[in-house]
C-alpha cells in the first residue's frame, strides 16, 4: 500500500543483494507516491487499481518475473524473494534467505527477526496460526506470519492460488508442508514499521485475524474431500 517514504530504500537494497537481478513492485493500489519512488529506484513497477491484497500482489509479482523470464528464452526460472516494501535499508541484509534456496537445501526460506518491534495486537493472530500450521502439519514457525520469504518457482507454483489477502503465509506454510515441500527459517535483522495501536492499526489486525482464520478453516483436513463431493453431487444433478 503507502510506502512512499521508504520504497526506493527498499528497491536500492534489494537490488545489490547477490544474485539479484530483477527487482519488481507491485503497487496494491497505493494513494500516495510508491509506484514513482520504486520506478524512480529502478525497478519494474506494475499497479493495481484498487487494493486487491497481498497474496494477490505476490502472484501479480510472481507472474511479471515468469513473463520476463519467457523472453529469455537460454534462462532457467529465477527463484522467488518476496519482502515487504517498508524494509528500507535493512533489506540489504535479506541475502542469507536466498542461501539454503539456491543451494539446493531447502525449497522454501521465511525470515526470523532478529529485532523485533511493536506487536500492537499482532501477537494474537500470529499465535492463531502458529497453533493452526502446527495443529495441521505437526511444525510451528517461529514467526509464521513473517511475509520475508525465498522460494524456488516450483515451490511457489505448487500453492497457487495462494490464501486470500493475509491469509497467504499461512495458507501457503501449510500447503508447501503437506506437498512435501522443504522449509528453512533463517535469522535475519531485518525490520519494518513499527505497529501502531490506533484504531486504524486495530482494525487492520481485525481483517488479519479474520484472513488467517479462513485460511486454517479451508485447510482443515476433509474440507477439500467434502468440497469435491460436493462439486460432483452438482454436477450428477445438474447432468440428470
Keep these: 500500500m503507502n510506502e512512499a517514504d521508504r520504497i526506493a530504500a527498499t528497491v536500492t537494497a534489494a537490488a545489490g543483494l547477490p544474485g539479484v537481478d530483477i527487482?519488481?513492485?507491485?503497487?496494491?493500489?497505493?494513494?500516495?507516491?510508491t509506484a514513482a519512488a520504486a520506478e524512480a529506484a529502478g525497478a519494474r513497477?506494475?499497479?493495481?487499481?484498487?487494493?486487491r491484497g497481498k497474496a494477490a500482489?505476490?502472484?501479480?509479482?510472481?507472474?511479471?518475473v515468469?513473463?520476463?523470464?519467457?523472453?529469455?528464452?537460454s534462462m532457467s526460472p529465477r527463484h522467488l524473494l518476496f519482502l515487504d516494501g517498508d524494509l528500507a535499508e535493512s533489506a540489504a541484509q535479506a541475502g542469507p534467505m536466498a542461501e539454503p534456496v539456491r543451494a539446493g537445501t531447502a525449497d522454501v526460506t521465511i525470515a526470523v527477526f532478529t529485532s523485533r518491534v511493536r506487536q500492537g495486537g499482532h501477537g494474537f493472530v500470529m499465535a492463531l496460526s502458529g497453533a493452526g500450521i502446527e495443529r495441521f502439519t505437526g511444525w510451528r514457525p517461529a514467526q509464521p506470519l513473517n511475509g520475508q520469504r525465498c522460494?524456488?518457482?516450483a515451490a511457489f507454483e505448487a500453492v497457487l492460488p495462494l490464501a486470500p489477502r493475509f491469509g497467504?503465509?499461512?495458507g501457503m506454510t501449510?500447503?508447501?508442508?503437506?506437498?512435501?515441500?522443504?522449509?528453512?527459517?533463517?535469522?535475519?535483522?531485518?525490520?519494518?514499521?513499527?505497529?501502531?495501536?490506533?484504531?486504524?492499526a486495530q482494525l487492520h489486525r481485525a481483517h488479519e485475524l479474520a484472513d488467517v482464520a479462513r485460511a486454517l478453516a479451508?485447510?482443515?483436513?476433509?474440507?477439500?474431500?467434502?468440497?469435491?463431493?460436493?462439486?460432483?453431487?452438482?454436477?450428477?444433478?445438474?447432468?440428470?
Aim: no cysteine.
Design 45 to 51: 513497477v506494475l499497479r493495481h487499481a484498487r487494493n
Design 174 to 200: 501449510i500447503d508447501l508442508l503437506r506437498r512435501g515441500m522443504r522449509i528453512a527459517e533463517v535469522e535475519v535483522p531485518l525490520s519494518h514499521r513499527a505497529t501502531g495501536r490506533d484504531w486504524q
Design 151 to 153: 522460494l524456488t518457482r
Design 57 to 64: 500482489a505476490m502472484e501479480t509479482g510472481a507472474e511479471a
Design 218 to 240: 479451508a485447510r482443515r483436513p476433509g474440507r477439500r474431500a467434502a468440497a469435491g463431493q460436493q462439486a460432483r453431487r452438482a454436477a450428477r444433478s445438474a447432468s440428470g
Design 66 to 73: 515468469r513473463l520476463i523470464e519467457g523472453r529469455e528464452a
Design 23 to 33: 527487482v519488481v513492485v507491485v503497487d496494491d493500489g497505493s494513494a500516495d507516491g
Design 168 to 170: 497467504v503465509e499461512t
